[in-house]
């Protein structure tokens, strides 16, 4: 009796630690994040993430963060990283830096790369020099994923005169680039104001208006994906009443020109981080949100508003096509998201 006792109790312990792993590998939460790096890089203060797909690779662009003690941003080049398994990443180094885009002054702020016809162009926000005062968006191409990147056009695509209704010189950053199941391609971005338009079909210049889209909250860093019949715009949100850190809020449309519907919050704030910055992408048929924080310390340098870190999050879909709040439970402090969701 002892005996089977045992057995039956090695068995039921079995079978529970079996039917755990199937509900985990169908139903991917904090404990699948625990199963690869919660950050892309470890020895590098990395920020604004934007990934991309290329065959079985993932790369991931972000914006390097060289911030010293009491300094706002320090930011000089763009760096890749990429994984064909969400475990290991590989550091790629700069791809393009700032002064490569001869007009503009300073500021290696966020960017986004898209392939189109075999081609990689990079979108990014950059301080203009004093022709055009103000943020940017710059584009640059390679033949590679890794670059190196070189100025496409030789002049700003975005600037600051182009937006005469934004309320302030830095609202033309953080662009974001999107190609239609048509061929078309569109790029938005925005800081408090969010805009779109449409892209020429050599992707350096703009055809047709720029249309103002801004959604409830919205702070910057838009990122506009599609998962079927439905277009995603996710965003850095502020709610200025309640909030002091930005949140990542998103809005859902039927096509890329609109109606874009609010949809509420995808995240709560990054650790110690004012800034957020989302970006998403399917690879191997699991999706995943990439945002920075501040929690990272390199050495003795604590993580701060110049100095943050990409992390990535598993994100899954509901059934009606809107995005679950994702699990930041490893966070200190309550769980925003799923708090105002519910
Ligand atoms: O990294 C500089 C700026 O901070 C980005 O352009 C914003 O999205 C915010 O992350």
């Known amino acids: 009796m002892k005996m089977a006792w045992g057995g039956l109790t090695i068995f ?49 662009y972000v914006g390097h963060d060289e911030a010293g003690e009491g300094e706002m941003f320090n930011m000089n080049d763009w760096l890749v990283y990429s994984t064909t398994d969400m475990r290991h990443w590989t550091a790629h180094g700069p791809v393009m830096h700032v002064a490569d885009f001869k007009w503009a002054k300073k500021d290696a702020w966020a960017s986004q790369v898209i392939e189109k016809d075999g081609r990689y162009w990079l979108y990014a926000a950059v301080e203009h020099d004093d022709t055009h005062p103000g943020k940017a968006i710059g584009v640059a191409v390679s033949d590679s994923p890794t670059g190196p990147f070189r100025d496409a056009k030789g002049a700003a695509l975005i600037t600051n005169e182009m937006t005469p209704r934004g309320t302030h010189s830095w609202e033309d950053i953080d662009p974001t680039v999107f190609i239609d199941t048509d061929g078309s391609s569109w790029i938005a971005w925005g800081n408090r104001q969010c805009y779109i338009a449409k892209l020429v079909p050599d992707m350096t210049g703009i055809d047709g208006p720029i249309t103002e889209i801004t959604p409830p909250h919205f702070e910057e860093g838009p990122w506009l994906h599609r998962r079927g019949e439905t277009y995603y715009l996710t965003y850095a949100s502020l709610d200025r009443r309640t909030q002091s850190d930005e949140h990542i809020s998103y809005a859902t449309a039927p096509s890329i020109r609109g109606p874009w519907t609010y949809r509420g919050l995808l995240t709560g704030a990054g650790r110690n ?63 925003i998201a799923r708090k105002e969701n519910e």
Request: avoid cysteine; charge should be negative.
């Open 12 to 60: 039921l312990l079995a079978l529970s630690a079996l039917s755990a792993a199937a509900v985990r590998a169908q139903a991917p939460g904090p404990e699948q994040e625990q199963s690869f790096p919660t950050r892309i890089a470890y020895d590098t203060f990395t920020a604004d993430p934007a990934p991309l797909v290329v065959g079985d690779t993932l790369y991931v």
């Open 273 to 335: 981080s004012f800034t957020i910055h989302p970006g998403i992408v399917e690879f191997r048929g699991h999706w995943y949100l990439f945002a920075h924080d501040a929690g990272l310390r390199i050495g003795g340098r604590k993580g701060a508003l110049g100095r943050r870190s990409v992390r990535v999050f598993p994100l899954e879909y509901n059934a009606d096509g809107t995005m679950q709040p994702i699990d930041q439970s490893d966070y200190p402090g309550p769980m």
